[in-house]
């Protein structure tokens, strides 16, 4: 899809011929997102970085890490969850689910019957959330699944025993059987041969994949429009939408480059720097625009809209601990909220009572004589 634009028609029964209404952009049919994870606590919806976070993004992302979702066996954390995902839908953001399935956070009890509990996990949370949860990583880097070492876990023995593929498989069915309409998505870091080679694997024993994940967490540096826009187009290929679920780019000091695993590197203080703010406010400009502008990629999901909390305490925030806003910030609204935006617009109608209105992909207000009435730019 990318960010694309398009040119509708739309009759305006209040107005008459000639006369002066106003259109506006409420939403982007491309999904801007971030984790909604600050917001799962009620008393943080309330603040000021809970206003910035809904002037920018129309699609978060909640999570399921199914240890800290159900630390007790049979008994899910679904209410707070529920209550931030109906919170996000009230103020009109999409939500995901992430992740399904995922070796690292099982739960420590799940020790017996490990298939079936993850089939009924499955299950239960799909039909639980299926009013406002309607995308998932239905299965998280199963590339490194069945030979994950860091902790032991049921997840990667049992997919040790079935295989990724079954695995994937397992997920997808039990996830389309809670929800057929669902969006489900294959989601991993490893973006190389491996991954191709398991997604090609997936869809030729049928697995239905809706979209891929690809995850970039840059914390050793930007890696550029070349290189990124190289690496979509590898996974363009298999003719599926793209989603870029994990994005971050620093405003601090970089992680170095011989650093293999990310969670290795772990020290007292990463503070954000004025000199990193500059360049990161530079490299999301870039990143996103580069993104936007290729057909497969429907979704860019950014990993954080705050440094305090952020995942390794790295300075991937577009806001400070402070609660004060970046350059990228602002840089970014630039774009999503300006030169991507139709702002309140007057327009005449034709003498049939229309107009014809051309922006992004998205929905519109037309406002005539005291009247709103909304409309959508979508594709031919």
């Known amino acids: 899809m990318g960010l694309t634009r398009g040119t509708t028609r739309v009759s305006v ?25 600050d917001f799962v606590e009620p008393a943080a919806r309330d603040t000021g970085l809970a206003a910035l976070w809904l002037d920018l993004y129309n699609s978060a992302t909640l999570p399921f890490y199914w240890r800290d979702f159900e630390p007790v066996r049979g008994a899910p954390r679904t209410r707070p969850l529920r209550d931030a ?9 999409a939500v995901k689910g992430h992740p399904l399935v995922w070796h690292t956070l099982a739960p420590q009890w799940l020790t017996a019957d490990v298939e079936p509990q993850v089939r009924k996990r499955i299950r239960r949370d799909v039909i639980d959330f299926i009013d406002l949860i309607d995308t998932w990583d239905a299965i998280n880097e199963v590339v490194i699944m069945p030979v994950f070492e860091a902790e032991a876990n049921a997840i990667t023995d049992l997919a040790r025993v079935k295989g990724r ?35 090609d694997d997936a869809l030729s024993a049928g697995v239905q994949i809706d979209a891929l994940g690809l995850q970039t967490h840059m914390h050793q540096g930007y890696w550029g429009e070349e290189k990124m826009l190289a690496m979509v187009d590898r996974f363009a290929r298999f003719g599926l939408p793209l989603h870029l679920t994990e994005s ?45 502008s290729h057909p497969a ?17 790295a300075p991937v925030g577009l806001v400070r601990a402070d609660g004060t806003t970046k350059p990228s ?14 702002p309140p617009t007057t ?34």
């Open 347 to 380: 327009m005449r109608t034709d003498a049939h009572s229309a107009i014809e209105v051309t922006g992004y992909l998205g929905d519109y207000t037309v406002t005539a004589a005291g009247t709103t009435t909304r409309f959508s730019i979508s594709r031919p």
């Open 165 to 199: 593929v079954p695995m994937i498989q397992l997920a997808f069915d039990e996830a389309r059987a809670a929800n057929p309409s669902a969006t489900l998505l294959l989601n991993d870091f490893d973006l190389s041969a491996r991954y191709e080679q398991l997604i």
């Open 13 to 37: 029964e209040t107005a008459p011929p000639f006369t002066e209404v106003v259109v506006e952009q409420t939403r982007h049919a491309f999904a801007f997102g971030n984790i909604g994870f």
């Open 297 to 313: 990629v429907e979704a860019i999901t950014y990993w954080g809209i705050t440094d305090a909390g952020a995942w390794l305490g």
């Open 85 to 93: 995902a109906q919170w996000f839908r009230d103020h009109g953001v």
């Open 329 to 342: 910030y602002d840089a970014l609204h630039s774009l999503i909220k300006g030169e991507w935006w139709l």
């Open 248 to 292: 971050t780019l620093l405003s601090g000091h970089l992680m170095p480059p011989d650093i293999v695993d990310l969670n290795d590197y772990q020290i007292p203080s990463w503070p954000s720097t004025p000199e990193g703010e500059a360049r990161q406010a530079d490299e999301m400009v870039r990143h996103y625009r580069s993104l936007t």
